[in-house]
């Protein structure tokens, strides 16, 4: 009995450690626009996503990092709330959506992709680009806890 309560508070205590497993970092757009991320690299990571969340800071957001250049299908599955999507390569923005949908009960999850290759994804929450005036071209810098940024 006291070796399973000492197992499920030994969980209970990782739970908030392994949620952050990928780290946390910033992203700044344009020179003018810092980001601070969460960032999802395992393949768990950018399968969950910010999926079954009830809303994101309108200051925050989520960085998916990919190995290499690819072009990564982001899907709307869970979302609660509509975000605008980056795609970013090679320090600049490659592509970008405003406003995807968070589907409504019984609706089907909306699927969007880059028009090119790209090696990170930004998600944020909708109206957040044309709040900070974002645009395709825009240059790009990352400070990330652990691994490469750009």
Do not use: H
Request: proline content about 7%; charged content about 30%; glycine content about 12%.
């Amino acid at each position: 009995m006291i070796v399973r309560w000492r197992l499920g508070w030994i969980l209970l205590c990782l739970l908030p450690v392994l949620a952050e497993a990928g780290g946390r970092g910033e992203v700044r757009i344009g020179n003018r626009v810092a980001v601070p991320v969460e960032v999802a690299r395992t393949e768990a990571e950018k399968t969950r996503g910010l999926s079954g969340r009830d809303r994101l800071a309108p200051d925050r957001g989520m960085l998916f990092v990919y190995e290499a250049p690819v072009r990564p299908l982001i899907w709307m599955r869970g979302m609660r709330f509509p975000l605008d999507i980056l795609w970013i390569r090679d320090g600049r923005v490659v592509d970008l959506v405003r406003g995807a949908k968070a589907p409504a009960p019984g609706e089907a999850p909306q699927e969007f992709a880059p028009r090119e290759d790209a090696q990170y994804v930004l998600e944020v929450p909708a109206g957040f680009v044309e709040r900070q005036g974002i645009a395709v071209g825009d240059r790009v810098e990352m400070r990330l806890e652990e691994g490469k940024g750009r």
